[in-house]
């Protein structure tokens, strides 16, 4: 499979972060607030690189990450077709944390001044939504293989099971990225983690059953 366009995009990001990480540096003082306590005063001082670098090194992680996997994968042919729902887990990633990086920034550049802190919870979850919806919208264009995808037992055993599971699966998994948003926008934020992941448990736990009733029907059609 070919990274090189979201190679190309991914080291991008990642430059303007690092740019971005180097003017902050040299703008902010030695010593910034780092900890807050729920009223918004700082609890901790300290040097201003480890969280400006933390981010920047983390996409780059990320990046290192995808690339091996798509020189790993064993089915490369059938990756190879699932190459734009690959590129943009990979992109969407990077830009989730570049997204994450500008928070950071924004914080350390303004609470300097005295401003209070702004708890970015509400705005982690709907990215997190958003690339949940946006990933099962590209489901049906996956391919069997071993990094992405609806991967359990039956689906990897059969290719025909792979293609329905994915089909099936386009609406549940949009529509569950689509309540992560709702939810992040209107539920409070106390039970916003627990609503997320029991969310995230349904729809999963759904999808591998359909994948295991789907193999069921298929065997035992090759069986009579």
């Not at 499979?1 to 979201?6: C, K, L, S, V």
């Not at 969407?92 to 609470?111: D, E, P």
């Not at 983690?193 to 729809?203: C, E, H, P, R």
């Not at 059953?209 to 059609?221: E, I, N, Q, T, V």
């Amino acid at each position: 499979m070919t990274i090189r366009r979201p190679l190309i995009v991914s080291a991008l990001i990642i430059i303007a972060m690092a740019a971005l990480s180097l003017a902050a540096a040299a703008a902010l003082p030695a010593t910034v607030p780092l900890r807050f306590n729920a009223h918004g005063l700082a609890t901790a001082y300290g040097s201003p690189l480890p969280p400006l670098a933390v981010m920047p090194l983390a996409a780059l992680v990320l990046s290192a990450i995808f690339a091996g996997l798509a020189r790993a994968e064993p089915r490369r042919e059938n990756l190879i077709l699932s190459r734009l729902p690959y590129a943009t887990r990979w992109i969407g990633g990077v830009v989730i944390v570049a997204i994450a990086h500008l928070w950071i920034v924004y914080t350390l550049v303004t609470t300097v001044r005295g401003a209070a802190p702004i708890d970015p919870t509400r705005l982690v979850f709907v990215m997190v939504g958003a690339m949940i919806a946006i990933a099962g919208g590209q489901l049906g264009r996956l391919r069997s293989n071993f990094m992405i995808g609806i991967r359990t037992p039956w689906t990897l055993a059969d290719d025909r099971v792979w293609d329905r599971t994915h089909r099936l699966a386009r609406w549940p998994a949009m529509l569950a990225g689509l309540a992560i948003v709702l939810a992040a926008l209107a539920a409070p934020e106390a039970i916003l983690l627990k609503l997320t992941l029991a969310i995230l448990l349904a729809v999963g736990g759904g999808l591998v059953l359909l994948s295991y009733l789907l193999w069921r029907r298929r065997d035992a059609r090759l069986r009579s």
